[in-house]
Nanobody
Framework: QVQLVESGGGLVQAGGSLRLSCVMS????????MAWFRQAPGKEREFVAT???????YFADTVKGRFTISRDNAKNTVALQMNSLKPEDTAVYYC?????????????????WGQGTQVTVSS
């Protein structure tokens, strides 16, 4: 069975940076696209970024130019580097594994999810 575990969340002031990490076990990590989603209090789940098997990336307009997604297939990890953080970035961030080798913004295409890690950005 596939398991995903996120880490790296915390409290940061606006304009600061955080790096989230997600480790996958129980599957062949390099076969699949990976993604990050987030959910703020009272809001629906929102797509953040995805990275394909080959390393192609795609970002939501709200984070484009500020966030970077990367993967290390040797360590079965995917990371989200978050720079220039804003209070509206405050959310629980979830790592997700795609059913396919190229990801998109559609959450139903992701079959495994991590437990989430809290990111809080103060103004």
């Amino acid at each position: 069975q596939v398991q995903l575990v996120e880490s790296g969340g915390g409290l940061v002031q606006a304009g600061g940076s955080l790096r989230l990490s997600c480790v996958m076990s129980g599957g062949t990590f390099s076969f699949y696209a990976m993604a990050w989603f987030r959910q703020a209090p009272g809001k629906e789940r929102e797509f953040v970024a995805t990275i394909s098997r080959s390393g192609s990336t795609y970002f939501a307009d709200t984070v484009k130019g500020r966030f970077t997604i990367s993967r290390d297939n040797a360590k079965n990890t995917v990371a989200l580097q978050m720079n220039s953080l804003k209070p509206e970035d405050t959310a629980v961030y979830y790592c997700a594994k795609s059913k396919y080798n190229s990801g998109d913004y559609y959450g139903n295409n992701y079959d495994y999810w991590g437990q989430g890690t809290q990111v809080t950005v103060s103004s």
